[in-house]
């Protein structure tokens, strides 16, 4: 093998490297946006984890990116690792798919077919057809199929480039020598594992043993050994994923490793304990392509089988590898808002979303316990109120920077209409909690001045506070179940409430005027009806925010205007809310 060979074989390497991320990239983005939502969403059980972890990883070609998804749940707190374990062992499954990809590239066709369908052909063809994709269209998704496309057809012409270099080894002594040592299932294991870890990639590693098996001087007893250590070595990837996470986190990222070992101590002791009695032929036959695919697919598939039943026995492994952190004394809330989710934007909106309505729950729970604080103060109550505010604060900045590091990034319309709504919806919510602080100041004011409301006065603001507080129940309740229809109905309630503030501020200048209510109750009461109707305004916004979104809707104040105006639903939602929280 001389040094053009070697070159070309480097190149082929390289080429075979470039289109496999290239492909694997415009396959998740393409494809990994729904499908990363859908692996969060519905790996419940171990038999639907098992299944989505196979099939992502089989479309984004990729167990390392899966498990990598996988650890960022756990870490965030939307996965229990209990449920990890299943999908990792569904993506060691199901990254054997992309040796049966990489066979493509060694199909040819026969008679006077054969040079129609021969891998160059076929290769030239798709390439033309991605670069047309990747030029020529201005849709998104069209030029991601066009990455697809050039990256499979790169990976191709690199597969052809190293089975031409590696053509002649089939002669070379030092070649068959190394082929030899490698019968040793402890060192072909080792090399394996320690080859991989180094490519970063077990597609890449069982790809560049595709090609080297053309040579048709390598069998199964060599090929064998080598995939196992793929399989062993495909883990370190997953291991850097560990680093900063939390214990779960790490306990994740160690159910990859972990299983592997395991996984091929099992088929390895099985396999080699039964070849030891009963000699298997098939060991010294010799492999190409395609066979090598069919090893390495049924390797993995007896590594989870085997593996699957002892899916508790690896959870109680990794929780005793990894020892729970000492808890940190830290006031505030606990808001994980995992930045590995940065680069799949659908999973950082999800959690996000997620935080949003922790948020917003917040808020409402700071403006019940306020309207209760004026007629029942108690410093307790006040110290809840200002804490809730805090920690409103806290989401709002931690929200708003960690949304902000989204906005440069690739995204869908629809994305990107989120991320807008988020951003607007942190300031509301905020606001709300700031306004909700206010009514509790207004309440320890009553308190300390010892200022009594009059009996129409507090009957008044026990009929506001309650349609307060429900349509802050409505606008929470729209943003959490994403409902354009419940967040529709907020706006004639927000009008109820603001006829209600002008129809008590007016009874309550009569009452200055009759000498009922004194100016010193008058400013505290105003600050009052003030707060309420600036809450109720910023439910209004949420609502809006939503509806724009689901239905597209762009001008908000004409919006509103319409719907005032020749909405009968409005009017009929108006009626109804203004009958019952109609003022003696």
């Known amino acids: 093998m001389g040094i053009s ?4 074989l480097l190149g082929g390497v390289a080429l075979f490297l470039f289109g496999m991320t290239l492909m694997g990239d415009g396959l998740k983005k393409v494809a990994g946006n729904k499908l990363e939502l859908i692996l969060y969403r519905l790996s419940g059980t171990f038999f639907k984890g098992l299944l989505l972890g196979t099939v992502v990883t089989a479309v984004i070609q990729s167990s390392c990116a899966t498990s990598v998804m996988v650890v960022g749940f756990v870490n965030a707190g939307m996965m229990k690792v209990k449920r990890s374990v299943s999908v990792i062992l569904g993506a060691i499954l199901g990254t054997s798919i992309t040796g049966w990809v990489i066979c493509l590239s060694y199909i040819e066709g026969g008679g006077s077919l054969k040079t129609l369908f021969s891998t160059a052909t076929l290769s030239a063809l798709i390439a033309v057809a991605g670069i047309i994709l990747r030029m020529f269209t201005k849709k998104q998704t069209n030029r991601h199929i066009g990455d697809i496309l050039l990256g499979f057809a790169v990976l191709m012409f690199g597969m052809s480039a190293m089975s031409g270099a590696v053509a002649g080894l089939r002669d070379a002594p030092w070649f068959l020598n190394l082929l030899s040592g490698l019968s040793n299932p402890l060192l072909g294991i080792l090399v394996g594992a320690v080859f991989t870890a180094m490519l970063q990639s077990a597609s890449a590693a069982v790809g560049i043993v595709q090609a080297l098996s053309v040579t048709g001087a390598m ?39 972990v299983a592997g ?24 036959a010799t492999v190409n392509p395609f066979s090598v695919a069919a090893v390495n697919t049924f390797l993995r598939l007896a590594m989870v089988l085997l593996l699957a039943p002892l899916s508790g026995v690896l ?27 940065l680069t799949h934007p659908s999973l950082a909106i999800e959690q996000c979303r997620t935080a949003i309505s922790a948020m917003a729950a917040l808020s409402k729970k700071s403006v019940s316990k306020a309207t209760r604080l004026l007629t029942d103060f108690t410093q307790e109550g006040f110290d809840a109120v200002k804490t809730m505010e805090d920690d409103v ?11 902000m590091g989204l906005t440069g990034r690739e995204m869908t319309e629809q994305q990107n209409a989120a991320v807008a709504e988020y951003l607007h919806s942190l300031t509301d919510y905020e606001r709300i909690s700031d306004h909700a602080l206010n009514l509790a100041e207004n309440a320890k004011e009553i308190k300390e001045k010892n200022i009594m409301l009059s009996p129409a006065a507090g009957n008044e603001l026990t009929v506001l506070s309650a349609a307060v ?15 354009a229809s419940i967040a529709a ?11 209600l503030c002008d129809e008590i501020k007016r009874r ?25 109707e600036r809450i109720a305004d910023h439910c209004s916004n949420l609502a809006i925010a939503v509806v724009e979104r689901k239905e597209h809707v762009y001008d908000a104040h004409g919006y509103v205007n319409r719907l005032k105006a020749d909405d009968r639903g409005f009017q009929e939602a108006y009626a109804s809310y203004a009958e019952r929280y109609a003022l003696n």
Not at 5 to 8: D, F, L, P
Not at 244 to 257: I, Q, S
């Open 393 to 403: 604060d806290i989401y709002e900045d931690r929200l708003g920077a960690y949304l």
């Open 469 to 483: 507080n429900e349509i802050l129940h409505l606008s929470v309740r729209a943003f959490d179940t994403d409902d």
């Open 219 to 257: 069998g199964v007893k060599q090929v064998l050994p080598l995939l196992m250590g793929i399989a062993i070595g495909a883990a370190a990837p997953v291991l850097l994923a560990a680093i900063g996470a939390r214990a779960d986190g790490k306990r994740a990222a160690l159910v990859y490793p």
């Open 508 to 532: 309550h200048v009569e009452r200055l005027r009759t000498g009922e209510c004194e100016y010193a109750r008058g400013y505290v009461y105003n600050d009052i009806l003030t707060n309420f």
């Open 261 to 284: 070992a395991l996984g091929v101590a099992a088929t390895g002791t099985v396999f080699y304990t039964l070849n030891a009695f009963l000699r298997f032929p098939f060991l010294e």
């Open 315 to 341: 959870l109680k492994l990794v929780t005793k590898l990894v020892k729970d952190s000492p808890a940190a004394e830290k006031s505030g809330p606990t808001l994980r808002l995992e930045e590995r989710f």
């Open 489 to 499: 109905g907020v706006e004639p309630l927000e009008e109820v409430i603001d006829d």
């Open 5 to 8: 060979e070697v070159i070309s």
